[in-house]
């Protein structure tokens, strides 16, 4: 009998047309595959693969039944609350044996907002790249 995984994460964001944008996603999802046991995905709204309807698909085919949606945005805009809910909404029903439980976004975790005003209170050299009055 093939054992059932654990608990899987995917890591939910919206997607570029610029195949660099994924990069620090992907360094992401590399550092929680070496933490995690279970499954972890890279799923994208639009314009990237895989998208979240396949993911899920896929982690369910693997016998996961549990996945774990942690919305890569900001805010609980659109995304969040209307295309997120809708994709989940489709697959629970058509997968009821599977439970997917929605995180929510980045910005009401205060670990997050904690990091983000510890960066932008960094030093400068955290922000030399971008400084325009500074010629290259």
């Given at each position: 009998m093939k054992p059932v995984?654990?608990?899987?994460?995917?890591l939910f964001a919206h997607g570029s047309r610029d195949p660099g944008w994924r990069?620090?996603?992907?360094?992401?999802?590399?550092?929680?595959?070496?933490?995690?046991?279970g499954p972890c995905r890279l799923a994208f709204l639009e314009l990237m693969q895989p998208s979240l309807e396949d993911t899920l698909a896929d982690l369910a085919a693997l016998g996961c039944q549990h996945i774990?949606?942690?919305?890569?945005?900001?805010?609980?805009?659109?995304?969040?609350?209307?295309?997120?809910?809708?994709?989940?909404?489709?697959?629970?029903?058509s997968q009821?044996?599977?439970?997917?439980?929605m995180a929510p976004p980045l910005g009401d975790?205060?670990?997050?907002r904690d990091a983000i005003a510890s960066w932008a209170l960094g030093s400068d050299t955290?922000?030399?790249?971008?400084?325009i009055n500074k010629s290259p």
């Open positions: 995984p654990d608990t899987a994460i995917v990069l620090p996603l992907e360094a992401i999802l590399a550092r929680l595959q070496s933490q995690h046991s774990r949606v942690m919305p890569l945005f900001w805010a609980a805009g659109k995304h969040v609350n209307r295309d997120l809910v809708d994709i989940v909404t489709a697959f629970a029903q009821p044996e599977v439970r997917v439980e975790n205060a670990l997050i955290n922000h030399a790249q971008f400084d």
